[in-house]
């Protein structure tokens, strides 16, 4: 939206202040004072939005921890949306991190004792039946993109029952922030289906359904009620399955994935991100995607994830499948995931590693670890998502290092405190030789007078130009095409790439700029693979700009009820 650009409501006086998507505080003119009835409301002053945003700067640099410039932040958003938005596209770099990953994961473990005011729809088991009643009696009936949660699986912390409601408020304000989506068109939901942390259970202020988690049958039957009611309500609706437990994500994904338009971050905006990240990292390292050999710690969802989508990539760089397949390597808890084992989760099963190919390394063939992996299968890439600290040691790096003179590492694992080995070390063992990406930001490392920028592997390079891409195009599915179109168009901004400078991925202030590109490249694919109606270029670039919403006033006129 503009700045000639006007907006007629009928709201006014109290009313009006306290509606955070309209609340302009002391930026609203004389004349809108006049006409609102908002004269005795305010201060005399009228300022701009520029020294709204320095007032609010100033504020938040004075909390000194984290977790309290997340609450004061949230504040902002439940009052002054525009505001809050202006501010945190001023400061992104220094924003981000508490607005969302590391901070959001505290913000969540304490959800209910930081609790404010309630922002989007709680959607508990015990009030099923009235689903469709809930979504009704929302009263936004242009809702372009929900995220939703049940809060079992948040970040690394695990279940976090109805605090889990703090990553969809997380997510879709980046979605605003970084991909210019109208923060009027966008919903977090909380799906309360019960919690199995019993700290929270045993918690006074807990605020969700004290319960345990409720049943597979009663969840698919959950689920389907809520899917199915959404399609009715916002059936052009883009929607973001987030944090659910690995039994659930890829079930959920592959069960509704073809009913509306719909994806699960955690397996394919990772993926998305990570592959972009790795594509730019082999040409920094003068390598081809073919040549890569990647060992995962961690086979869950999200690893399988960016395995399969490595895998493409692999394909794409003229490998057979089976050629790519050889080349992962998937470690667990339990060793390297190998095809004689049992109990594997379908995701799994493609992923695994003949035991015929190990048979002549020099191990305990029962529990195949990482380091045995290391040593024996001579690795270029080495990718966390355990959710483990430190498990990534200096023996570990070192052996890599060994075998490959520049190794590509990523520990990716969610909050900071989860990571599993920290860029400082992973510079240092490995003498300046490494490519490093995480999933947290960390600060720059300095090392033996040079400087190296750690690009955060983060799923917000992706999401927010994923959904502009979506929306501007009307696209009716998230196809995997679209997915690897953002990767590419990822790839292809790394400063190493562009400039042989800087670090793997552009710096966090220029998301906005990285989320357009990507937009593009997701519309296009989208286009080509039959999901969006055609459009030529000229229009699509002008749809993407009319769906882009700037955190800037406009002009307020009376309109009637």
């Known amino acids: 939206m503009s700045r000639k650009d006007v907006l007629y409501t009928p709201y006014n006086g109290a009313v009006l202040l306290e509606n955070p998507l309209l609340n ?36 938040f640099c004075h ?92 970040l690394g912390l695990g279940d976090q029952g109805i605090g889990g409601m703090g990553i969809p408020i997380g997510k879709l304000s980046l979605y605003t922030a970084c991909g210019g989506i109208h923060p009027a068109s966008t919903l977090p939901i909380m799906l309360d289906v019960g919690t199995n942390n019993q700290q929270h259970l045993d918690d006074p202020m807990y605020m969700g359904w004290r319960h345990p988690r409720i049943s597979d049958d009663q969840y698919a039957e959950f689920m389907d009620m809520f899917i199915s009611t959404v399609k009715a309500r916002w059936p052009n ?26 994806f699960n971050d955690d397996i394919q905006g990772t993926a998305a991100v990570t592959a972009g990240t790795l594509m730019a990292a082999a040409h920094a390292a003068g390598t081809r995607i073919r040549d890569q050999r990647v060992v995962f710690l961690g086979s869950g969802s999200a690893g399988c994830g960016i395995a399969e989508k490595i895998v493409a990539l692999m394909v794409d760089d003229g490998l057979s499948e089976s050629e790519a397949r050889s080349r992962i390597f998937m470690v667990d808890r339990f060793g390297l995931l190998t095809d004689d084992m049992t109990n594997l989760l379908d995701f799994q099963k493609n992923l695994l590693t003949a035991r015929d190919a190990v048979s002549r390394w020099q191990v305990d063939s029962q529990n195949i670890s990482l380091l045995d992996v290391v040593k024996n299968a001579h690795p270029t890439v080495m990718i966390g998502v355990s959710g483990q600290p430190g498990l990534f040691s200096e023996e570990i790096v070192k052996e890599m290092h060994r075998h490959c003179p520049r190794p590509i590492i990523m520990p990716l694992s969610n909050p900071t405190s989860r990571a599993e080995a920290q860029p400082q070390d992973l510079i240092t063992w490995t003498q300046g030789a490494a490519l490093v990406a995480t999933g947290s930001p960390f600060a720059p490392v300095f090392w033996e007078n040079a400087h190296y920028e750690i690009a955060q592997c983060n799923n917000a390079y992706i999401f927010p130009g994923l959904g502009l891409g979506v929306l501007a195009c009307n696209a009716r599915r998230v196809t995997e095409e679209m997915l690897m179109a953002a990767s590419r168009s990822l790839a292809a901004q790394s400063p190493l790439v562009t400039t042989e400078r800087g670090g793997l991925l552009p710096p966090v202030d220029q998301i906005e700029t990285v989320s357009r590109q990507i937009a593009v490249a997701v519309a296009r694919a989208a286009i080509e693979q039959g999901v969006a109606p055609a459009l030529d270029d000229e229009t699509l670039m002008a749809r993407i700009e009319k769906t882009w919403w700037q955190a800037d006033y406009a002009p307020y006129r009376r309109s009637a009820l």
């Not at 006049?34 to 504020?59: C, K, M, S, Y």
């Not at 009052?79 to 924003?95: A, D, G, I, P, V």
């Open 24 to 59: 302009k505080g002391l930026a609203f003119i004389k004349e809108e004072r006049d006409n609102f009835n908002l004269h005795g409301l305010l201060p005399h002053n009228v300022e701009t939005i520029e020294e709204q945003t320095e007032r609010a700067w100033v504020q």
């Open 63 to 154: 909390f000194k921890s984290d977790i309290s410039r997340h609450v004061y932040l949230r504040n902002i958003q439940d009052t002054n949306e525009t505001l809050f938005y202006n501010l945190l596209r001023s400061h992104l770099k220094e924003t981000l991190p508490i607005i969302y990953t590391p901070t959001v994961g505290e913000a969540c473990e304490h959800f209910s004792t930081i609790y404010r005011r309630a922002r989007g729809l709680f959607i508990s088991w015990p009030n099923r039946y009235r689903i469709d009643e809930m979504l009704q009696s929302f009263s936004r009936n242009d809702v372009r993109v929900i995220v939703v949660t049940d809060g079992e699986r948040i």
């Open 237 to 262: 609706v883009l929607l973001q399955f987030e944090d659910f437990a690995q039994k659930n994500a890829n079930r959920l994904l592959q069960r509704y994935r073809d009913q509306l338009c719909c």
